[in-house]
């Protein structure tokens, strides 16, 4: 696995396009968000700063790429050249993604740092760490899924819209708009319960008991997007 | 076949959705065998091949390498190397880089530098496999497939796009390699490349074998073929001879040496002299074509 993710990281650092959708937009995104944090922090509050950025970063650094990544990976028959080694399907994945989520939540954990430098500290940081984590762990899911719809590269600049837009929309949504009114349907999109968890865990005031109750809805993304993967996921393209 | 084979095919059958591309094929490779698997376009060659390598499930029949399921990759790919059709490299790695990452993945112990030689790549080493050509690409897939000089390796049309320096440099590999007691599976198009190094040749078309055996075996049933031309006027021919275009002559045989030197003997009796004279035993060509006439 450590193999296949040590290559995957050369290729990310040698091609350009994906350099710049997975590392420079979203921090280039994060940073506008945290230079015009008072103006943000009037609309809503810290915690929708922390969850928009982290879904920018998971949306287009992660979720996009891996998409992406997949999709290129299968279309070149690189895939099935893995596939002809030792190496079973779960640490093949495994490698091919690793690079891309270690850049993603670095990338997260350090516009947070910032954040919480410049304008104030989270309430809960393992709150925080939590919803980070199952966050990047259902865009992951959903990424895999899509990757099963995406024939080419550039097919994925057209499937991973709905959901990349999708999240960071519903994430803004929620972080502005609050969870006291469409309480269940906000919870219920992908990503809202999530935005929930850290805008509890930035601002805080909400038990954390209550907060972790927030974690299931995400995980139930996870199983969908797991069992959409599964059926939906191809190892070759099409003949 | 007195030892346990390598391969073990028995009554495999495998269909995409209503078409059966694979019927009841059964058929073992020994140790040390060169066993070439041909076929019309369409015969199912590399479906049968993907199902031996471990990429394809049957439909049903069972498929033995090693004794074991190929689809248990992490006891039977150790032991075999896999020349795909084609290439599935990263274009934005380089050579080495490729090599190393295969390399490293197929459990074998080898040298990235040993294997580019083999196949004249050492001075590509540093070139992304974007910038290879077709044929640098068949001779790095070569060399990532005869990495740590497996037991066993599939080679699937293998010199495909190469030139002829380099498809005898890779035929030199390929007897280096079964010197050293590797089994080698190979598909291709190059019927010469077949009749020259099978020890058998499973010869497929419509998803099935229409024949199996030595080259002698397939190529014993159809006739030998004497081609010539005569200056007119000529007296009769002692044999049954049919006329070409461009008026050349042809007798189908299945006495070779025989009829050869009645034929010759009739020339010298005639004082005639027999242009362009041609006389070979069945290739595997004739062999082919006969598929397509049946």
């Not at chain 1, 944090?37 to 929708?48: P, V």
């Amino acid at each position: 696995m450590l193999s296949i993710a040590l290559s995957e990281l050369i290729q990310i650092f040698r091609n350009r396009l994906v350099l710049v959708t997975s590392l420079f937009m979203p921090v280039a995104v994060s940073a506008f968000f945290v230079y015009r944090h008072e103006i943000f922090t009037e609309l809503a509050s810290l915690g929708y700063i922390a969850a928009v950025v982290m879904f920018t970063v998971c949306a287009f650094g992660l979720y996009t790429t891996t998409v992406t990544t997949l999709a290129s990976r299968r279309q070149n028959l690189f895939l099935k050249r893995l596939r002809s080694t030792p190496a079973d399907d779960a640490g093949i994945l495994s490698g091919l993604m690793l690079p891309v989520t270690v850049i993603a939540l670095a990338q997260v954990t350090a516009i947070l740092i910032v954040l919480a430098t410049v304008a104030g500290q989270p309430d809960n940081v393992l709150l925080l760490v939590v919803a980070v984590l199952s966050t990047v762990i259902m865009m992951l899911g959903l990424g895999l899924a899509t990757a099963g719809l995406t024939n080419s590269p550039e097919h994925a600049q057209v499937t991973t819209l709905p959901v990349s837009i999708g999240t960071i929309a519903i994430s803004s949504w929620v972080g502005i708009s609050g969870t006291e009114k469409l309480t269940l349907l906000k919870r219920l999109l992908p990503g809202g319960s999530a935005t929930e968890l850290v805008l509890n865990a930035w601002n805080g005031g909400v038990p954390v008991a209550e907060s972790l109750l927030l974690l299931l809805p995400t995980l139930c993304w996870v199983v969908v997007a797991i069992a959409l993967a599964s059926r939906l996921f191809r190892w070759e393209p099409r003949r | 076949m007195t030892s346990t084979p390598v391969i073990d095919v028995d009554h495999l059958n495998l269909s995409y959705g209503d078409f059966h591309a694979v019927k009841d094929l059964s058929f073992q490779v020994a140790s040390g065998e060169l066993y070439a698997l041909l076929g019309t376009n369409g015969a199912g060659k590399t479906s049968t091949l993907e199902t031996i390598e471990g990429h394809r499930t049957a439909t049903s029949g069972t498929v033995r390498v090693f004794g074991q399921s190929p689809r248990d990759r992490r006891a039977v790919r150790p032991r075999m190397g896999i020349m795909l059709q084609e290439s599935g490299f990263s274009p934005d790695l380089t050579v080495r880089e490729s090599v190393r990452l295969i390399g490293k993945l197929s459990g074998r112990r080898d040298r990235a530098e040993r294997v580019l030689s083999i196949v004249d790549l050492t001075h590509k080493a540093t070139t992304k496999v974007s910038q290879l050509s077709g044929g640098e690409k068949r001779r790095l897939d070569f060399a990532t497939a005869v990495y740590g000089n497996p037991e066993l390796i599939f080679l699937d049309e293998p010199t495909t796009g190469l030139d002829i320096q380099s498809r005898d440099a890779l035929w030199d590999a390929v007897d280096k390699l079964r010197e050293d007691g590797s089994t080698i599976v190979l598909t291709t198009h190059y019927l010469e490349e077949a009749q020259q190094r099978a020890d058998r040749i499973g010869l497929m078309h419509q998803g099935t074998f229409h024949q199996e055996g030595t080259v002698a075996e397939l190529t014993r049933t159809l006739p030998a073929v004497i081609r010539f031309s005569l200056p007119a006027p000529a007296p009769a021919l002692p044999l049954q001879a049919t006329r070409e275009a461009g008026g050349t002559f042809l007798i189908e045989t299945h006495s070779l040496q025989k009829d050869l030197h009645t034929l010759l003997g009739w020339a010298d009796a005639n004082a005639m002299e027999l242009r362009q004279l041609e006389a070979g035993p069945t290739r595997l060509d004739d062999v082919f074509r006969s598929i397509g006439s049946a």
